[in-house]
């Protein structure tokens, strides 16, 4: 007898082929746009934990919450039915004993002792009460833990799985008590496989997974193809998700995977057994933030300190402008350099920048960084005249600087961390601020 079609299923996902020669087909989520062997049984599977797919079926979200409702009640049902709590047994049809799981109209809550035997003691096994001629189809779940774990990969979804209903009364059958041939019980829920991963290792793109496989015909006449990985020489039938399952545990990938760190690439690097190892951390970006624009006093020389040459530059004024606005750069900021042996110097300074708002806020910048190059650059650069005709890839002035405000307007300033490149030019100094992202 061949198998419904899900038509539900079916229009969640988009079909394609791999490869022109591929046999198996693969599947997309049109909600989330994951990728996986197509498989019907996962599929819904997959639907009934996807976010997007819930998000837009509303009615999908609210049977799988019915489920999960209908589970909790039949869990505490059969732990109050395990412990005694009213002293009789299970029946299905009027007249029964009081123990009610919603498998039938007519069931007596109000209980008697009508299946105790003459002794007053319980029988010995379950048994349903036959009355009128109804007998229950569904077994009682005799052995179910009420602390046992469900395995939400199998909640029934009404637009997908469809739900099962007693003799056309309308209510939902819950997934454990569900009728199974050849069988006096409901087997308890699956446990699903907890796979060991490392989760350091960045994850695997689907073009490298289908590159660390070789495919091909295990026999000739198979509709289905194998693949062997490259690393292990590990044999499996072709699955986009469970090679790429695979090659989280395979020491071989790993192995390559962990070359493909760049700390793992320096000179001086850590054992292969420790952690650092097998991180992947992101790499910041740099996006060009703003300039700011300062313009000078002639710089005072104090003399000789404990670390070097002294002098103090005063800023008279200046401007700045970038991505979150524009402004101007306050008098009375200050300039501390310290320079050492006539090629190196320490930048240390502090302005204030204003902003062009109707009420303009007021930021702190801190710059600090070095001014390195040859002497007599150096030397040249700090005549205001000669300076304009050096170029500023003559020398190098590499700053960090960072940002300081209590207005709330621009809060999320105090957060961030810039490094910036120098010149300067006459009686100015220019920088180019650069956000770390």
């Known amino acids: 007898m061949p198998r419904p079609i899900e038509a539900d299923v079916h229009s969640a996902f988009m079909e394609f082929r791999n490869a022109a020669d591929e046999k198996c087909m693969s599947v997309q989520c049109l909600f989330c746009h994951q990728v996986r062997a197509k498989n019907t049984t996962r599929q819904k599977q997959h639907l009934a934990q996807c976010t997007q797919y819930l998000a837009q079926h509303p009615e999908a979200a609210a049977a799988i919450k019915s489920s999960l409702e209908q589970?909790?009640?039949?869990?505490?049902?059969?732990?109050?039915?395990?412990?005694?709590?009213?002293?009789?047994?299970?029946?299905?049809?009027?007249?029964?004993?009081?123990?009610?799981?919603?498998?039938?109209?007519?069931?007596?809550?109000?209980?008697?002792?009508?299946?105790?035997?003459?002794?007053?003691?319980m029988p010995n096994q379950h048994s349903a009460t036959t009355n009128a001629g109804a007998t229950s189809v569904y077994p009682e779940p005799t052995s179910l833990d009420p602390h046992q774990h469900t395995n939400l990969g199998f909640t029934p979804n009404a637009r997908i799985n469809g739900t099962s209903t007693p003799h056309g009364t309308g209510t939902p059958i819950p997934q454990h008590i569900r009728p199974m041939s050849g069988a006096s019980s409901a087997p308890p829920a699956k446990r699903q496989k907890t796979k060991q991963t490392n989760p350091n290792l960045p994850e695997i793109p689907l073009a490298e997974v289908h590159a660390a496989f070789v495919e091909f015909q295990a026999k000739e006449g198979d509709k289905c193809l194998s693949a062997k990985c490259i690393y292990c020489n590990q044999v499996r039938a072709k699955n986009t998700s469970r090679q790429r399952e695979h090659l989280l545990q395979c020491p071989g990938y790993q192995a390559t995977m962990k070359d493909r760190i760049p700390a793992n690439n320096l000179l001086h690097h850590f054992d292969d057994d420790d952690v650092a190892a097998s991180l992947a951390l992101p790499t910041p970006t740099l996006e060009l933030d703003f300039r700011m624009s300062i313009r000078v006093k002639p710089k005072i020389n104090i003399g000789n300190g404990t670390y070097g040459r002294q002098s103090w530059i005063s800023c008279i004024g200046g401007q700045w402008a970038g991505r979150w606005g524009k402004g101007n750069v306050l008098a009375n900021g200050q300039d501390t350099q310290t320079s050492f042996k006539g090629t190196e110097t320490k930048i240390d300074a502090r302005y204030l920048i204003q902003t062009n708002d109707d009420h303009p806020a007021l930021i702190i910048c801190k710059v600090e960084g070095w001014w390195v190059g040859e002497k007599e650059i150096m030397e040249r650069l700090q005549d205001p005249v000669a300076a304009d005709n050096v170029a500023a890839n003559r020398y190098k002035l590499r700053v960090t600087l960072k940002l300081e405000t209590g207005d709330e307007r621009y809060e999320e300033l105090n957060s961030g961390v810039w490094v910036g490149s120098g010149c300067r030019r006459g009686a100015e100094i220019v920088y180019d601020a650069y956000r770390v992202n």
């Open 71 to 121: 589970h909790a009640q039949g869990h505490d049902g059969s732990a109050a039915h395990v412990s005694g709590g009213h002293g009789g047994v299970v029946s299905h049809g009027p007249g029964g004993h009081g123990h009610s799981h919603g498998h039938g109209p007519g069931q007596d809550t109000g209980g008697n002792n009508a299946n105790l035997n003459a002794g007053g003691q």
